[in-house]
């Protein structure tokens, strides 16, 4: 797997995703029961706002000093016996993976769930050095199982597939022949993976957090995969983006808590481990630790107007109330990183050729931003990639001409009235009660599901029409009840209520027709 997971174009992909019922229905029904779920935990921790300002400032302070966090951490690695190897690139990075493994004459790789190593290619470069990787987190293992399926979530990677489909998979791909119980799934699994385990002479995984005072890693799963990987192997190699790095146990704790409540709704995840390389005297643990500390990208970013996204903890929170994730699903993204925080990172990780619509993956309105535990500010970073894609011609023809055209239309009052009058001509026939019902080709469609008022005549514009609409709702808030209580004094104050209110039909939604009734007959 790398960054990019599907090479179908971006119209192609996204209508894939709104064509798929299932993948829809368990995306929606995922972000349902993951923001209550959130909701609740963060409510549990007292003042959830005073958290996150607490996440974003030790995000901030440790990105303001990486490099002397990153000094400070692969000192301490070394120090305890361990080595540590900084890649400029995603090559270089699975290049010093590979020679790792082939100085063991390895042959058996186990890893962990871990983004950066998809980013890397890693699994690629190791199978084709003659290595048996498998992936121990269940989701994780379920797609490989499934052809290297690419994942569709930070967090649930197999959130697409139902019970059916990953019994079909073990069934044909590993002779299952047990039914679709969940727990009979995973128990199969498991007992595949601990073989897996025991076996493997490489365990490689990911990163939540470096502790640079402490020269080790935290790694936070539910499943115990990442432990028994890091432990029973005799190299245990760990890959981290460079930016996820905390200073002391203390951060870690309050980033923890962050992660755990934003990714899954949980306190703590059922492991929460601190690990690094073996101490003189201790006697269990990998013999051998490597880090690997992944640039890929992340210094030009920290450097730009985007530093911000460098601050993410992965926890996959504003995946689970983006509108636009909800429709098109994961695979859409065409990235593994998928969701608002990856129609922000993954153009800059993998440039605006071939990502340049992911920024658009988005209605801008503003929820990814309101939950990220950490606070990055996700559309105002998708906006800056809209303006950055717009200055550097990359919109197509069509774009550019509506644009200007707008523009034009827009900065001419006398030409923008013209425009209007013919509209509303144009309009009049597909037109009923001020709204648009019918239209040609796609508009169709659009019209069929959104609402879209009629153009007004000229001599009833905007400024005419919103005066007489203010003046219309005034009178019928105030004037008619105020008339009512000087003409009969304050006991008719109760009468003048129904003056205001209009009267209810059984099997009738009256109020929104005759609201909008005075408006349609002057302001129209
Ligand atoms: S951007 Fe924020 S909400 Fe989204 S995955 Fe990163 S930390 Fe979580």
Not at 370 to 386: A, G, N, S, T
Request: with cysteine; proline share 5%.
């Amino acid at each position: 797997m790398s960054l990019k997971t599907d090479d179908r174009k971006f119209d192609a992909r996204t209508a894939a995703g709104i064509e798929d019922a299932f993948m829809r229905g368990a995306v929606g029904s995922a972000q349902d029961s993951l923001k209550t779920r959130r909701l609740t935990a963060a409510t549990a921790l007292g003042d959830w706002e005073q958290w996150r300002e607490l996440g974003q400032q030790i995000r901030q302070h440790t990105l303001e000093n990486l490099d002397y966090y990153l000094g400070q951490m692969a000192d301490n690695v070394e120090r305890r016996g361990g080595h540590v190897f900084f890649a400029r690139t995603k090559e270089e990075a699975s290049a010093y993976i590979r020679d790792v493994v082939q100085s063991k004459n390895a042959r058996k790789v186990v890893k962990s769930k871990s983004m950066v190593t998809e980013e890397i290619e890693m699994n690629h470069v190791l199978m084709e050095a003659g290595c048996e990787v498998i992936e121990s987190d269940l989701g994780e293992y379920i797609l490989q199982e499934d052809d290297w399926d690419p994942p569709s979530h930070i967090v649930a990677p197999a959130l697409h597939k139902n019970r059916k489909q990953i019994r079909d998979v073990f069934a044909s791909k590993l002779s299952y022949a047990g039914d679709e119980t969940p727990e009979h799934l995973a128990r199969f699994a498991r007992d595949i993976l601990r073989e897996k385990f025991l076996e493997a002479e490489i365990g490689i995984t990911g990163c939540n957090f470096a502790v640079a005072n402490l020269g080790a890693i935290n790694l936070v799963t539910n499943e115990g995969n990442g432990d028994l990987t890091a432990a029973l192997p005799k190299t245990h190699i760990a890959v981290m983006g460079m930016e996820r790095i905390v200073p002391t146990l203390e951060e870690m704790e309050v980033l923890d808590n962050l992660l755990c409540r934003s990714a899954v709704g949980q306190k703590l995840t059922s492991y929460i481990t601190v690990m690094g390389p073996r101490e003189p005297g201790e006697v269990d643990g990998p013999e051998e630790f490597h880090l690997v500390i992944v640039d890929n990208g992340r210094s030009e970013i920290l450097a730009s107007e985007f530093h911000e996204a460098l601050q993410c903890i992965r926890c996959g929170a504003c995946l689970n109330v983006c509108p636009v994730y909800r429709h098109i699903g994961g695979h859409a993204y065409g990235s593994i990183y998928p969701g608002p925080i990856g129609a922000v990172i993954t153009p800059l990780l993998g440039g605006y050729d071939d990502y340049k619509e992911l920024p658009y993956a988005s209605s801008l309105c503003g929820a990814c931003t309101d939950v990220c535990p950490v606070k990055i500010p996700l559309h105002e970073q998708l906006v800056m990639h809209r303006q950055n894609i717009v200055s550097q011609g990359r919109t197509g023809v069509a774009d550019r001409v509506q644009m200007k055209a707008a523009s034009k239309l827009l900065s001419s009052p006398g030409m923008f009235r013209s425009t209007l009058r013919v509209a509303y001509s144009m309009t009049r026939l597909l037109s009923r009660h001020g709204r648009i019902v019918r239209g040609p080709g796609p508009i169709e469609g659009w019209i069929g599901i959104r609402d879209m008022p009629q153009p007004v005549k000229k001599q009833d514009g905007f400024r005419s029409w919103y005066e007489n609409r203010e003046r219309v709702e005034r009178a019928d808030a105030f004037d008619a009840p105020l008339k009512d209580i000087r003409k009969n004094g304050l006991s008719a104050k109760s009468d003048a209520n129904a003056t205001v209110l209009p009267k209810a039909e059984p099997g009738r939604d009256s109020s929104v027709e005759e609201a909008a009734a005075p408006i349609g007959k002057e302001g129209r």
